[in-house]
Structures are given as structure tokens and as C-alpha cells.
């Protein structure tokens, strides 16, 4: 055999004796077991889209960092922190809720991306639907009031800009009408 030949022969050996032993682990896993990782990947994933990533530098949910146009676009480590203290609960057997509120009491209630419907985060939820409301009554009465008002003649040419009623004008023409009879 050539001494050039053999080195590759040993990788290849190698490699192939790699891939074997990598399928004979995956074949020797339980049937359930790899979706389990997948799922509580996804489930993990999921719980952090509804804290929010505490770096301070983003105000993105820490399933969904990204810190777009940084140096580097990736899940930030606070994020990748608060993932892993979510796959650690999970693993210890606590559901979505136990989980939440676990890291609620760990990084206080800021860390909500979105308020509770329940307490006072049911004000934040009822806040901006009264605040329309309160806008759309005020406009109706502003309206209202625009179209109590009485209207004002136009000024005549050459008139100075004085603004004359209606009222007025009859006055006026009466008064001219008794003193030219006259």
C-alpha cells in the first residue's frame, strides 16, 4: 500500500466507525425521547415569549431576542439565562403557570411582555378602551356645541373686516329705509 493512501483510509474508517456509533445511540433512545427534547424546546420557546428579556437593551420577549443591527444577531446571554432557569423548571416538573410565576418572583413583575387580565394588570387592559371612549364622548359634545353656535354673515367688501349679525344688517336697513322715506 501507498503511504499517501493510508492516512485517508483511517479517517474514513474513523469517520464511519463516528457515524455508526452516533445512529447505534439514536437507535438505543427511547421512541418518546427526542420528541420530549423537542417539545420542551418548543414549550421552553414558548414560556419565553411571555417573559421579557431583562437585558435591558432590547424590550423583546426572551423566547424571541434578536438584538437586530447589534454586533451579532442572536438570543442575548440574559436571554439565553432566562431560557435555561425556564428548561430547568420545566425538567423539575412544573407546569407553564409554576413556571411563570417563578420567574415573575425572580425578576419582579416588569418582566411580563404583557400585563396579567387579572389585578391591577386588568387596568392596563381596560385603561386605553375607557380613554377611547372618554375621546369620542368628548368630541361628540364638542360637536354638538359647534353646531349650536349661530352663524356669522361673511364681512362685506370694503366693510373693514367688521363682522355684521344678521340681526344687525335688518336694523340697519330698516333704520336707512324709515330715514329715506322721510
Known sequence: MNSATRPRNRRSIWLRFSIGLLLGLLALMPPGAMRLLADQS???????????????????????CYHVGGAYSGPCD???????????????????QQVLNAMIQQYGPLAYVEPPKTGFGLVAWLMPIS???????????????WRKRPVAVPAMPGAGGVQVSPEMLARARQQAQRETEE
Open 42 to 64: 418548543d414549550r421552553t420557546h414558548q414560556l419565553g415569549s411571555k417573559l421579557k428579556c431583562m437585558c435591558n437593551g432590547c424590550d423583546q420577549a426572551a423566547g424571541k
Open 78 to 96: 440574559t436571554a439565553k439565562t432566562m431560557l435555561k432557569e425556564i428548561d430547568t423548571h420545566i425538567a423539575a416538573g412544573m407546569n407553564d
Open 131 to 145: 380613554y377611547l371612549l372618554a375621546g369620542l364622548a368628548l368630541v361628540i359634545l364638542v360637536m354638538k356645541r
